[in-house]
């Protein structure tokens, strides 16, 4: 009885404390308040002129330790990294309009303090930008980041619901030593000035943006030690322009991306190559939209957004070849038609010359459309806020829109114990190409200042190909290192800025746990297909994602399936708590409908903040990649049983599956708004399952160990 | 006027967004009348066609000498077994397309012995001279004559008309029953330019196929 009557008071309790909760749960937590106050602190600094030192210190420690069966005996297996890394923001305010920011990286490695010599600082942005002519006018002069349409330009994102903080931390950190974010902004060095009129009678807004920058085409020039401008850079040209009335909008974009044939012709020199390759690519398109919401305030709106390319690509060729000119003059001869005895005439003379000209020749082109339109609704009703919508997409084959394309995730850079050998010759091929992974390659970066020496310096000798094999070395390769005991700045980061020229993404092997359907985002080629997408939460308590897609590839007959869902709790939200305290849980699949290739992804991550400085965080991502009736071989060659002096290639191994899985957990101390002190741990292992020679099934397991430890200042 | 300057800004896209090209004419492909036809242009004016001939044997002969293998002495021993085969001769006029008849040439050869007696200018040899070939027995410079007329590069006898012919006055058809009206009379249909060589333009001139009279085409 009396346990009853507690059990009343109980629930009673429980009840009151879920109200009184509930309405404070709007309250934001002190450390939202912190950051607020200082994100208001810094904008009042923004506008006040003259110099200003911001940045950001790291002191950090990261250990991997490496278990595999075919390891080497010789071989490292722990991978050590202790350094401090100091971001210095610089930024100077010559106007209240205007403002110059240089970015310098300093890096001390203590790992290999030994190697003592100069450490550079290096400059990772420059860049001059402003507001100016009342506001109506924003520019950015260097280092930018822009984008003007899905279809012109554009980054694809890599996209994880509800992918675990822990997780997401490193992935941005990852990003930022490559000087980018998870905008869909491309990095870009160049000049943008991006013009808005403001409300012009019915009109709510004109806008013009005109953006022009210099690309890199290849990624290494002739020489470190030169002047790095050469014929391999490349082009960008972008402008569009729009109006917005009435909720709606409409606009024109052209981009253009071009080599420069002139500056190439002039730096050839008396032997040019025998053919330079250039690559053309224009794209023009023209987007329109509409939003209810821009007309009419309603908790529930709708609208559509859509955009149609036209784009126009060129492959070229040019050399230098021999021309033959043709003159036609006329000379004194005597006529003898009228009299035997002559009279002064003129005839025509043909003389040639020939001299050597270049000629630029088509050697592909292609024309290609897309479009994409997109409706969405989007509610906010009873607590419940909800984002639905719906993209239909239609590229053809032969579209392509470069700057549009190029994904900054790319794949197979081995980024934990690198220095590690393996000792199987049959598994040669297989560890080149799994030895990272997937989830490696998304979360680690490692960023090292090495001695520069004759392994990381490249040389050139007197002819003008880069030398491999050291035996033909520049001449030149010891008086440049003699003087140099140099540190340089090194990353191992999956992520780049660089854009893919057309061919050179056709012999690029995309990873397929990362957008299947859709690896250069909505400009992909030669794709038709359906995309929907639901955001939705509750109060912010819940939140819920769904993906669905289904895309179909025309030219070949294949389609890509992919669904996700993605859960979040916030149960410092439900119950008004001062610390985090979340849990989230998402689920992806992607198919591929000939080869049966499919690749799941689970996630589950919670964020437990307690004693309101302190907090836990852990992850877990789990990745299944199984390449179905396409599985990936590798051989070699190797002496035939019949003829001791022939060579037979012999498959050695075939991958099947492979299996990422990532847990990692960590404590964290934040000293301050954006000023954290931190631990974490975990396992990263990589399970490929082949086949052998003899078609027997084996495992082969990457294992690594990790220990992170770092202290993050912002200042 | 204030949202014209709002516009400005359009500019420079549209700037980029366009793009023009330049054709270059083709020299040759120039005016020549309507009714122009090579062949009939060719045979009126017979020295446009020979003039290529000439070029050629020059060329050859030029060669020939810069190489040091052949002499003076030797050049004139060459010149003067061509000039005496009276054979060869006779067939190279009627080749050059200057013999319609026997009396064409006797009438040549007399012109010829003529002035040579009066103002000692020898025309026969000027006449034949440019078409010896060096070290070749006249047989084979009758040859290397059929050959090279056989190789005429009629696109620079239509290029003769409309860079010299039609100044010149030349005719370049034969006559229809209409045009014989007015004969060409040397000048007074020409205007002389600052060069002091006349010119017929913009009159053009037929030939009558049997008097060889040129007329004004009307």
């Known amino acids: 009885m009396k346990l009853k009557k507690n059990m009343h008071t109980m629930v009673f309790k429980i009840v009151l404390l879920f109200f009184a909760v509930t309405a404070f749960a709007t309250t ?240 050839a020199g008396p032997n040019p190559l025998a053919a330079y390759f250039y690559d053309f690519n224009k794209v023009f398109t023209v987007d329109a939209g509409f939003d209810s919401k821009n007309l009419v305030s309603l908790p529930i709106s709708f609208g559509v957004d859509g955009e149609f390319a036209m784009s126009n690509w060129r492959y ?33 003379q043909k003389t040639e010359s020939t001299s050597k000209d270049w000629k630029l020749k088509t050697l592909l082109k292609e024309d290609g459309n897309a479009f994409y339109v997109t409706p969405f609704v989007k509610a906010d009703l009873f607590g419940f806020n909800l984002d639905l919508k719906a993209t239909y997409l239609q590229n053809d084959s032969n579209f392509w829109a470069e700057m549009a394309s190029t994904p900054l995730y790319q794949r197979n850079i081995s980024i934990l114990n690198a220095d590690a050998f393996y000792d199987n010759q049959l598994l040669d091929g297989v560890i080149a190409s799994f030895r990272s992974g997937n989830l490696e390659n998304l979360y680690f970066s490692i960023y090292n200042s090495n001695v520069l020496n004759r392994q990381n310096l490249m040389t050139i000798n007197a002819s003008t190909t880069l030398e491999s094999d050291g035996t033909s070395d520049s001449r030149f390769v010891l008086s440049r290192l003699y003087n140099n005991y140099k540190l340089g700045h090194f990353y191992k980061n999956a992520y780049n800025a660089n854009t893919w020229k057309r061919l050179e993404f056709l012999v690029d092997d995309l990873d397929p746990s990362v957008n299947m359907a859709l690896p250069l985002g909505l400009a992909t080629p030669d794709r038709q297909g359906v995309l929907v997408s639901l955001d939705a939460d509750y109060k912010k308590w819940f939140e819920l994602n769904a993906r669905f897609s289904k895309i179909e590839r025309q030219s070949i007959d294949i389609d890509y399936t992919t669904i996700a869902v993605g859960l979040k709790a916030n149960v410092d939200e439900i119950f008004a708590l001062h610390n985090d305290l979340n849990i989230a849980f998402s689920a992806e699949e992607a198919k591929e409908s000939k080869s049966e290739l499919k690749t799941t992804r689970l996630n589950a991550g919670v964020d437990i903040g307690f004693l309101s400085k302190w907090s836990v965080l852990a992850g877990l991502q789990i990745l299944n990649k199984d390449f179905g009736k396409d599985p990936v071989s590798f051989g070699g060659l190797y002496p035939s049983p019949d003829d001791p002096n022939a060579e037979v290639f012999v498959t050695t191994a075939t991958v099947q599956k492979t299996q990422e899985l990532f847990a990692l957990g960590g404590l964290k101390y934040k000293i301050a708004p954006n000023s954290s002190l931190s631990l974490q741990g975990g396992v990263l292992n990589n399970s490929i399952t082949y086949l052998d020679m003899i078609g027997k099934k084996n495992d082969l397991d990457i294992d690594k160990f990790i220990i992170m430890a770092g202290l993050k200042v912002n200042f | 006027m204030k949202k014209i300057k709002y516009l400005v800004w359009l500019i420079p896209v549209s700037i980029m967004m366009a793009c023009s ?68 001769i006779k067939e190279l006029f009627d080749l050059l397309g ?111 196929k049997n008097s060889k009279i040129n007329y004004l085409i009307k």
């Open chain 1, 316 to 348: 070229r060729a040019d050399s230098l070849t021999q021309k033959t000119k043709t003159h036609y003059s006329l000379i004194e001869g005597i006529s003898r038609i009228n009299s035997y005895e002559g009279e002064s005439s003129f005839y025509v």
């Open chain 1, 28 to 267: 934001d937590s002190l450390v939202q308040k912190q950051e607020v106050m200082i994100q208001k602190l810094d904008s009042i600094d923004n506008s006040v002129m003259g110099l200003r030192l911001g940045g950001t210190a790291t002191a950090g420690f990261v250990s991997s330790k490496l278990t595999s069966d075919p390891l080497s005996p010789n071989s490292p297996t722990r991978d050590n990294q202790a350094y401090t890394h100091l971001k210095l923001r610089l930024d100077a305010r010559p106007s209240k309009e205007t403002n110059a920011r240089v970015e310098l990286t300093l890096h001390k490695d203590w790992h290999q303090a030994q190697e003592e010599g100069i450490n550079p600082v290096i400059g990772r942005w420059f860049s001059y930008d402003g507001k100016i002519l009342n506001k109506k006018v924003d520019f950015n002069l260097g280092y930018m980041r822009v984008s003007h349409t899905p279809l012109t330009l554009f980054t694809p994102q890599t996209e994880i619901l509800q992918e675990p903080t822990i997780f997401k931390e490193h992935r941005v950190d990852a990003l930022a030593d490559r000087n980018l974010d998870t905008t869909n902004n491309r990095l870009l060095q160049g000049l943008n000035v991006h013009y808005n009129s403001g409300k012009l009678g019915v009109l709510d807004n004109i806008y013009a943006q005109a953006t022009g920058a210099r690309l890199r085409a290849t990624a290494k020039k002739y020489d470190q030690v030169f002047f790095d401008f050469d014929w391999s850079d490349r082009y960008f040209a972008g402008g569009r322009t729009g109006l917005e009335a009435y909720g709606a909008h409409l606009g024109l974009n052209y981009v253009n991306t071009f080599d420069r044939i002139r500056s190439t012709r002039a730096v």
């Open chain 2, 21 to 88: 090209s330049m054709a270059v004419d083709n020299a040759i492909e120039t005016a020549l009348p309507s009714d122009f036809n090579v062949t009939d242009y060719a045979l009126i004016n017979p020295d446009v066609v020979s003039f290529q001939v000439e070029t050629k044997i020059k060329e050859s002969n030029q060669k020939l000498k810069d190489k040091g293998a052949y002499s003076a002495a030797d050049s004139i021993a060459d010149l003067s077994a061509f000039l005496t085969d009276t054979s060869v």
């Open chain 2, 98 to 208: 200057y013999k319609t008849n026997d009396e064409a040439w006797d009438l040549f050869i007399s012109q010829a012995d003529s002035i040579k007696d009066t103002i000692k200018v020898d025309i026969y040899k000027d006449f034949f001279t440019p078409y010896n070939s060096l070290n070749k027995k006249p047989n084979d410079d009758l040859n290397i004559v059929k050959e090279e007329l056989k190789n005429v590069d009629y696109s620079l006898v239509s290029l003769h008309y409309s860079m010299f012919g039609e100044l010149n006055g030349r005719a370049y058809r034969y006559c229809t029953k209409d045009d014989k009206k007015t004969v060409k009379q040397n000048l007074n249909q020409a205007k002389v330019n600052a060069k002091d060589i006349p010119d017929f333009r913009p009159n053009r001139y037929c030939q009558d």
